[in-house]
């Protein structure tokens, strides 16, 4: 597709390997110019450390506060500059000037809204050849392809408002046909179920934890005054929708601990009993686990039951520095630590 001078989407499912694929295309390409990879912060890093591990051979460069102008100017052939898409966006005249060989846009939905102002700025870089990475299967999301392939192949799906009438407002399968026979030759996708086929399948297994009587009596009196306060709030539609939000958000919490609602509470949660009782088997098992949740403030209290037991984690959520997920990253890698708490 570089060579006969169009972009392409590699649209694999997540866990694939789409950044090993990339880091091999830009050493194929290192000799034709510099490369740019625009990535969320929080997977800079990721992109820094796989290259030193894949492709040493590239000159991997990031943007300090010193000295950017010089930094952009300055790069040439096996230089790859990655940049976060905030930055491009607040540097948007610096990357504008330059030219690039190849520019790589990784979580490329993030540009799926043509009337941002990161989109703006995307669409202002210079580069030879183009490149989308996105697990997203985007045959099922219609109007945000457009502006994705504005980017790779601008002018093929011509202008927004041709793009809607062709495609997107006949709504028939007609028109679905003819927008996937238009795009799919720009479109590099597999599914793990055609590549791991050799591999035995993902095993979920859901626990369900029954709350104690005075968790739930605590939870319907929540349930309750959410109620009232909803039949007494603002009428206005925006302003019901946000408070409704936040009354199923205090719920949600309540169900995961009563601490999150009331720090001074003394209810036991039968969910961080049920929780510890599984890490102990686990650690017995010598098993090591990565431990998820939406709420920052409900790992900071398994942080302090796990401190209490002695048991040893690594933790990352959005306010970590860059240079410490790196670090939390690695050392756990390498064995330093029974469980990961991300949020």
Same mark, same amino acid.
């Given at each position: 597709?570089?060579?006969?001078?169009?972009?392409?989407?590699?649209?694999?499912?997540?866990?694939?390997?789409?950044?090993?694929?990339?880091?091999?295309?830009?050493?194929?390409?290192?000799?034709?110019?510099?490369?740019?990879?625009?990535?969320?912060?929080?997977?800079?890093?990721?992109?820094?450390?796989?290259?030193?591990?894949?492709?040493?051979?590239?000159?991997?460069?990031?943007?300090?506060?010193?000295?950017?102008?010089?930094?952009?100017?300055? !790069?040439?052939?096996?230089?790859?500059?990655?940049?976060?898409? @905030?930055?491009?966006? #607040?540097?948007?005249? =610096?990357?504008a000037k330059k030219e690039f060989a190849t520019i790589v846009l990784d979580e490329a939905h993030i540009i799926k809204n043509y009337a941002t102002k990161t989109s703006k700025a995307?669409?202002?870089?210079?580069?030879?050849?183009?490149?989308a990475l996105t697990g997203t299967p985007l045959q099922n999301h219609m109007g945000e392809i457009w502006n994705l392939f504005n980017f790779i192949n601008p002018g093929l799906l011509g202008? !927004?408002?041709?793009?809607?009438?062709?495609?997107?407002?006949? @709504?028939?399968?007609? #028109?679905?046909?003819? =927008?996937?026979?238009?795009?799919?030759?720009?479109?590099?996708r597999r599914t793990k179920s055609a590549v791991l086929d050799e591999l035995p399948p993902k095993t979920e297994i859901i626990k369900k934890i029954k709350l104690s009587d005075t968790e739930m009596a605590f939870y319907e009196a929540l349930r309750r005054q959410a109620i009232h306060n909803m039949e007494v709030g603002d009428d206005r539609s925006g302003a019901k929708h946000l408070k409704a939000l936040a009354e199923i958000t205090k719920l949600r919490q309540a169900s995961c601990n009563p601490l999150l609602v009331d720090a001074n509470i003394g209810i036991e949660s039968s969910k961080l009993n049920a929780?510890?009782?599984?890490?102990?088997?686990?650690?017995?098992?010598?098993?090591?686990?990565?431990?998820?949740?939406?709420?920052?403030?409900?790992l900071a209290i398994v942080r302090r039951a796990l401190d209490e037991l002695g048991i040893k984690y690594q933790y990352l959520d959005g306010s970590s520095p860059m240079n410490e997920r790196e670090q939390s990253v690695k050392k756990f890698q390498k064995g330093d630590g029974d469980l990961f708490l991300i949020s």
């Open positions: 597709l570089a060579e006969m001078g169009a972009g392409a989407c590699l649209a694999d499912d997540m866990g694939l390997g789409k950044t090993l694929q990339t880091l091999a295309m830009l050493l194929k390409r290192m000799d034709k110019g510099p490369a740019l990879v625009v990535c969320p912060v929080s997977i800079v890093g990721n992109w820094i450390a796989e290259a030193q591990r894949f492709a040493p051979m590239l000159n991997m460069q990031i943007l300090n506060s010193n000295d950017r102008d010089k930094t952009i100017k300055d !790069l040439t052939e096996g230089d790859v500059l990655v940049t976060s898409y @905030g930055l491009l966006q #607040s540097e948007e005249e =610096l990357f995307i669409m202002n870089l210079k580069g030879d050849f183009r490149l202008s !927004l408002k041709h793009f809607a009438d062709t495609y997107i407002k006949p @709504g028939d399968a007609a #028109s679905k046909k003819l =927008l996937r026979k238009l795009i799919s030759p720009f479109i590099l929780f510890l009782e599984i890490v102990e088997e686990l650690r017995e098992n010598k098993h090591r686990a990565l431990v998820f949740s939406q709420f920052v403030s409900h």
